[in-house]
């Protein structure tokens, strides 16, 4: 048999390794290192295969899917116990999103928000995130009550927003924490962002971004695309776009009629609790190929299914 | 080792004050232990320029500047807040006027734009006397006239207008045989037109108007058509302007009923208008306005002739002639000799219309070996890459902002227009200038330039254009010009005790944003153009600049802000209007007329609405300077001296 020599594309640039956690008694996890695109080992190393992380609430998800409600049962009613249970069924780290802080879903402050992240932070010693409800003044309130209070466990805050990094920002420095930068599906705005971060101060070490994530359906090749742009950008070379990625997948599939109806929808579509599934399942698989670091997910049997995906890719 | 420097010893000119200073040291700071306070509005960083001393004898250590001409370095001139001493001096210290001075002359352009072409306006006067009629030589008043007129001019034919026929027996006899005619050469040379006549030989005058119509400002000079002579110029706003700020509004408004009659008689007011104010001062009226020719973009020539733009803007974006008609002015109404000629200058597409074309002939790209880069900056950036070979061109829409619209302190570059901004690095307090030293009333788009740049390099805005207002606040302490006002965070320039208009003058976010929009715009269209070309920014010989940014631009700030790209000043030059200086040109000569028909004709049009690349490099130039600041390695510098 000849030899084929196979062509390896050469990289000058790679993905920035970010740590959450690690210190203040929690467990560490690294994300992003990657020297080549998704799992093409053969040119390239990825020392840190993507990260699956489990959402929970500091609500208890009333208006989730009915099959979500199932799978979690009583722990909706608890981030606390929810977290545990979402350590169990294998996250690598818990999202909290503090959805009661909303003007309209609750508008409740600081305390409540330290309440929920309490909670979470001492159920599990596993990395931890926490997102506010992306109103830009009602994050900064909540995020740095949470900041505080988790000093020096290295947590993820987000997001900072074009509109209101400086003080999300500002608190990771002061706080060792992880920002997470949200821009609008755009490479260009991803990049700026990643910039006034940095003005501020705020090491690149300690930077993820949020690309905006579009569902199976409602813009996921778009995403796909700008993803890959970013990580071709930061492959040669461009350290303002070297940020590991992190997408939420699970909350937009679950957005979409086709995850979130059983009734109503043309019988051709299926059987909801699969279709429902399915539509998770592909949306995380599509952006860990386009390059998510982490991916934020819903459902215990999406977990399952990607993390084998992942094991398998990763060969 | 001694730490001890050397001590050099300063004389200070006219004063002859004395002092010893260690090697190194500031000339300002020096100045200054003489008792000489040289101002530094922008902090000390050689960033305004009027900090200027003569050095007559010695050394100093002073590298190139902006705001220093060759010839002025090398007669010594240096910035005292940069320059250090570096042997014993003898320095001369101007008077603060004359430093002021000094900026300017080194920064503006001359007014008067300048004439290519040798004076041929293609329109005559002849004062001819005719022999009376009699019972021997019974030839009709009109062929008489012909015959005299066709003879002097050698023409082979000559046509007359009726009204001046039906008037023709009073005029005749009024002057007892006598007259001044106007004759106007063409089309081809021995064809000619009778465009009026007056009785008697008594000197009249022969002029010509040219004409800008900008999308927001309408320029006009008034012309000795015998001297080429520019005898007046008037500016005003595109009344049109009531109808929508930019041409896509206008095309809209044109649609509605009788809106494009409305769009029609608003341009031909603010001409008249025009008119009026150039004629009011003058002995003679303005019949005596033989011949007009107007510049404008592709909408604006449109509108102007009362031909629909719809199609403009609508996909393929067609319009409905690039070359236009000749028309009289009677047939538009406008105050003038009713059978004066109006040329209009013929476009290149939908959206670069014959103001490009006429900046294209007023910049000389087509007859230059230099690859250069000519831009026209006004409601709409229109570019054009080329040299003598090959001229391409396309447009981006800015939107009114450098023109003085759409920003809520802004203004046209009139007297009390602010043209200058420096921000002290130390203090954030800023020094500023107005056109004719008048107090301030606005701020006009050389104003903006200056000011952004300024805001960005002393730390007052982030690179995305928004205002710190809680460091900067602390900063300032109690009466901080950085703060939260009624149209959101906004910095203020002027307080409303020291301003022409007793109200704060002040830039918010909002006007920031959309000076960031304007400038990225204009970047990106140049970026799209350079790779079309497969042309890199190196290989760009010289920058030619026109539009309306006031009376002139510097250069640095529009690099620093990432509106222009980051190469060596000294390939960039400011033309002023160079749309209403070709307009001038092809008034004046039938030569440069012919020119313009064909750089016209020459040049490549890119539709950057068919270039799918166009939005990635616009939203990377919304940023200060620019997403890539590699781009920008002089204001990379900058910012990184800065965050230091």
């Given at each position: 048999m000849p030899k084929v020599e196979v062509p390896l594309e050469k990289w000058s640039g790679k993905v920035r390794e970010v740590t959450l956690g690690g210190s203040g008694g929690r467990k560490g996890l690294t994300v992003g290192g990657e020297a080549t695109l998704p799992f093409l080992s053969f040119e390239g190393a990825m020392p840190h295969p993507p990260s699956v992380a489990i959402e929970v609430s500091d609500t208890p998800a009333s208006e989730?899917?009915?099959?979500?409600?199932?799978?979690?049962?009583?722990?909706?009613?608890?981030?606390?116990?929810?977290?545990?249970?979402?350590?169990?069924?294998?996250?690598?780290?818990?999202?909290?999103?503090?959805?009661?802080?909303?003007?309209?879903?609750?508008?409740t402050g600081p305390e409540q928000a330290k309440a929920a992240a309490e909670k979470v932070l001492a159920a599990v010693n596993l990395p931890v995130v926490v997102l506010g409800p992306e109103v830009p003044e009602k994050d900064n309130e909540v995020l740095m009550a949470v900041s505080d209070l988790a000093a020096g466990q290295r947590i993820g805050l987000g997001y900072c927003m074009e509109k209101n990094y400086r003080t999300i920002a500002a608190s990771c420095i002061a706080n060792n924490h992880v920002a997470l930068a949200k821009t609008p599906i755009d490479l260009n705005l991803a990049k700026q962002l990643n910039i006034l971060i940095s003005d501020v101060g705020l090491s690149a070490d300690s930077i993820i971004m949020d690309p905006t994530t579009g569902a199976l359906g409602y813009g996921l090749e778009y995403t796909y695309s700008v993803m890959e742009r970013l990580r071709l950008a930061a492959l040669v070379g461009d350290k303002m776009t070297a940020m590991p990625m992190f997408c939420t997948v699970g909350e937009e599939s679950w957005r979409q009629k086709e995850s979130k109806?059983?009734?109503?929808?043309?019988?051709?579509?299926?059987?909801?609790?699969?279709?429902?599934?399915?539509?998770?399942?592909?949306?995380?698989?599509?952006?860990?190929?386009?390059?998510?670091?982490?991916?934020?997910?819903?459902?215990?049997?999406?977990?399952?299914?990607?993390?084998?995906?992942?094991?398998?890719?990763?060969? | 080792m001694s730490s001890q420097k050397p001590l050099h010893q300063v004389v200070f000119a006219p004063e002859g004050r004395t002092v010893r200073v260690p090697h190194d040291t500031l000339l300002v700071?020096?100045?200054?232990?003489?008792?000489?306070?040289?101002?530094?509005?922008?902090?000390?960083?050689?960033?305004?320029g009027r900090c200027q001393v003569k050095v007559e004898e010695g050394l100093t250590t002073h590298g190139e500047s902006p705001y220093l001409s060759r010839q002025q370095m090398a007669e010594g001139w240096v910035l005292s807040c940069v320059c250090r001493v570096a042997s014993d001096?003898?320095?001369?210290?101007?008077?603060?006027?004359?430093?002021?001075?000094?900026?300017?002359?080194?920064?503006?352009?001359?007014?008067?734009?300048?004439?290519?072409?040798?004076?041929?306006?293609?329109?005559?006067?002849?004062?001819?006397?005719?022999?009376?009629?009699?019972?021997?030589?019974?030839?009709?008043?009109?062929?008489?006239?012909?015959?005299?007129?066709?003879?002097?001019?050698?023409?082979?034919?000559?046509?007359?207008?009726?009204?001046?026929?039906?008037?023709?027996?009073?005029t005749l006899r009024r002057g007892d045989w006598r007259v001044n005619a106007v004759v106007e050469q063409g089309p081809t040379p021995?064809?000619?037109?009778?465009?009026?006549?007056?009785p008697g030989h008594e000197p009249c005058p022969l002029w010509g108007l040219a004409v800008d119509i900008g999308t927001t400002n309408v320029v006009a000079f008034l012309v000795d058509l015998e001297s080429g002579k520019i005898l007046g110029q008037a500016s005003s706003l595109n009344r049109q302007v009531a109808r929508g700020e930019d041409v896509i509004s206008r095309i809209i408004y044109s649609l509605k009923g009788d809106g494009l009659a409305v769009l029609q008689r608003l341009v031909m007011e603010t001409i008249t208008s025009l008119i009026a104010e150039l004629t009011a001062p003058r002995p003679a009226d303005s019949a005596h306005i033989?011949?007009?020719?107007?510049?404008?973009?592709?909408?604006?020539?449109?509108?102007?002739?009362?031909?629909?733009?719809?199609?403009?803007?609508?996909?393929?974006y067609v319009p409905v002639t690039n070359r236009y008609p000749v028309v009289r002015a009677g047939e538009l109404g406008l105050p003038l000799n009713p059978n004066a000629a109006i040329y209009t200058i013929p476009s290149i597409a939908a959206y670069v219309g014959g103001d490009i074309t006429s900046g294209a002939l007023t910049s000389g790209i087509y007859k230059t070996p230099a690859l250069t880069l000519f831009m026209d900056v006004g409601t709409n950036g229109e570019i054009v890459l080329g040299n003598a070979d090959w001229l391409m061109t396309d447009a981006c829409s800015a939107g009114p902002a450098f023109e003085g619209a759409g920003i809520r302190c802004g203004m046209r570059a009139i007297p009390g227009a602010i043209e200058d901004i420096t921000i002290s690095s130390k203090t954030l307090e800023p020094t500023i200038r107005t056109i004719g030293d008048e107090p301030p009333q606005g701020i006009c788009g050389s104003g903006?330039?200056?000011a952004l740049s300024e805001m960005l390099i002393t730390g007052v805005i982030s690179r995305s254009g928004r205002l710190n207002v809680d460091s900067m606040g602390q900063r300032m302490g109690e009466r901080s010009r950085v703060r939260r006002g009624d149209h959101g965070p906004e910095y203020v320039f002027v307080w409303a005790q020291d301003s022409g208009t007793g109200k704060d003058i002040s830039f918010s976010e909002v006007d920031i944003d959309?000076?960031?929009?304007?400038?990225?715009?204009?970047?990106?269209?140049?970026?799209?153009?350079?790779?079309?070309?497969?042309?890199?920014?190196?290989?760009?010989?010289?920058v030619l600049i026109g539009g309306a940014f006031g009376q002139h631009i510097n250069i640095e700030d529009a690099i620093q802000i990432g509106l222009l790209p980051d190469l060596p000043w000294e390939r960039f030059k400011y033309l002023g209007n160079t749309s209403l200086s070709g307009a001038y040109n092809v008034l004046l000569s039938r030569e440069a007329r012919a020119k313009a028909e064909e750089v016209a004709g020459k040049m490549t049009y890119l539709e950057l609405i068919a270039d799918n690349s166009f939005m990635n490099e616009f939203t990377a130039a919304l940023f200060l300077p620019h997403t890539e600041i590699d781009k920008f390695p002089s204001v990379k510098v900058l910012l990184e001296q800065g965050s230091q």
């Open positions: 989730w899917a009915a099959p979500l409600r199932q799978a979690w049962g009583d722990a909706l009613e608890d981030p606390g116990a929810w977290a545990k249970k979402a350590a169990e069924l294998g996250a690598d780290l818990i999202v909290l999103r503090l959805n009661s802080a909303h003007p309209e879903q609750g508008n109806f059983a009734e109503g929808v043309p019988p051709t579509w299926g059987q909801h609790d699969r279709r429902s599934l399915v539509w998770e399942q592909i949306t995380a698989l599509a952006l860990i190929n386009a390059g998510a670091d982490i991916v934020v997910l819903r459902h215990p049997k999406t977990v399952d299914a990607v993390k084998a995906a992942i094991r398998k890719l990763a060969g | 700071d020096a100045a200054a232990q003489a008792g000489l306070f040289i101002d530094i509005p922008c902090g000390g960083q050689g960033r305004c001096l003898k320095v001369t210290v101007p008077p603060k006027r004359e430093r002021e001075r000094a900026v300017t002359t080194a920064s503006r352009k001359a007014a008067a734009p300048p004439l290519d072409w040798p004076v041929s306006p293609g329109i005559h006067r002849f004062s001819v006397e005719l022999s009376p009629p009699s019972l021997e030589d019974p030839t009709t008043d009109l062929e008489r006239l012909t015959v005299a007129l066709t003879r002097r001019g050698g023409f082979s034919s000559l046509e007359v207008p009726l009204p001046i026929v039906q008037q023709l027996p009073v021995e064809r000619a037109r009778l465009l009026a006549l007056h033989h011949s007009v020719v107007v510049a404008a973009n592709t909408t604006m020539s449109h509108l102007f002739l009362g031909i629909t733009p719809r199609h403009i803007r609508e996909e393929p903006m330039i200056s959309n000076l960031i929009r304007a400038k990225g715009a204009i970047y990106a269209g140049i970026e799209v153009m350079l790779k079309s070309a497969g042309i890199t920014h190196d290989m760009i010989e010289q």
